[in-house]
């Protein structure tokens, strides 16, 4: 069973609004959070990420939030930007394990 | 620069053939990680290895074997190739004591089973 869980298979937003995209997980001692991005034909790379004694991360147009007790984190990005269009993967990780989700597939159109 | 490298990018095999991926990182790594890309189904992790000749199974590792005799090496055995093994393979790679951002992807290995 996969520990880590991006329901949304896909999510479309017009440039300049926020996209938010959702990661659940089921392993507590997951104690690491991280989001990553991918084009097509290329390796992950990485985007944000937030430790479980935080609650938020923010990055210039990125924002990661994490509530624990709902083993929830989101990703916040705004304004969205078409060059935001891409697969975004959630991961969870302990000390030598790393999970990740099925991937969102964000488009943003102009 | 760091690099993970792996060293076939595109191979078609037949069914039932032997199969190796190698993955070389020259970052003195301790982690290191074999995962598989489908549509839908996101980066699922097959094995990975916290040392020389130490191998874990992680969520898929059936049809799949590992071996990690050299700290810079971790190689992916499919011992008997299916079509159903047919996938993008991902190797990656992070220190002890990682901080999340210093994991370090291949470039990935498209293999289509025939």
């Known amino acids: 069973d996969q520990q880590v869980k991006q329901n949304s298979p896909s999510l479309s937003v017009q440039e300049g609004r926020i996209s938010i995209l959702n990661c659940d997980y089921t392993?507590?001692?997951?104690?690491?959070f991280l989001w990553y991005k991918k084009y097509p034909a290329e390796g992950p790379t990485f985007l944000i990420s937030i430790s479980s004694i935080k609650d938020k991360n923010e990055d210039g147009r990125f924002t990661v939030f994490l509530n624990k007790s709902a083993k929830h984190l989101s990703l916040h990005i705004v304004p969205s930007q078409p060059g935001d269009s891409a697969v975004y993967f959630c991961?969870?990780?302990?000390?030598?394990?790393?999970?990740f989700g099925a991937g969102t597939r964000l488009t943003v159109k102009p | 620069d760091v690099k993970v490298t792996q060293s076939s990018r595109y191979l078609v095999k037949r069914t039932g053939e032997k199969v190796f991926l190698e993955c070389v990182q020259d970052m003195d790594h301790e982690n290191m990680f074999w995962y598989r890309q489908d549509p839908g189904l996101g980066l699922r992790l097959i094995y990975f290895s916290y040392d020389v000749k130490m191998k874990e199974k992680g969520d898929i590792p059936e049809g799949y074997s590992v071996s990690r005799e050299k700290k810079e090496r971790f190689s992916l055995i499919l011992e008997s190739a299916s079509t159903n093994q047919t996938s993008m393979y991902l190797c990656?790679?992070?220190?002890?004591?990682?901080?999340?951002?210093?994991?370090?992807f291949g470039e990935g290995s498209w293999l289509t089973v025939v």
């Open positions: 990656a790679s992070i220190p002890e004591g990682h901080s999340g951002n210093t994991i370090y």
């Open positions: 991961a969870a990780s302990a000390r030598d394990d790393m999970r």
């Open positions: 392993n507590s001692m997951f104690d690491y």
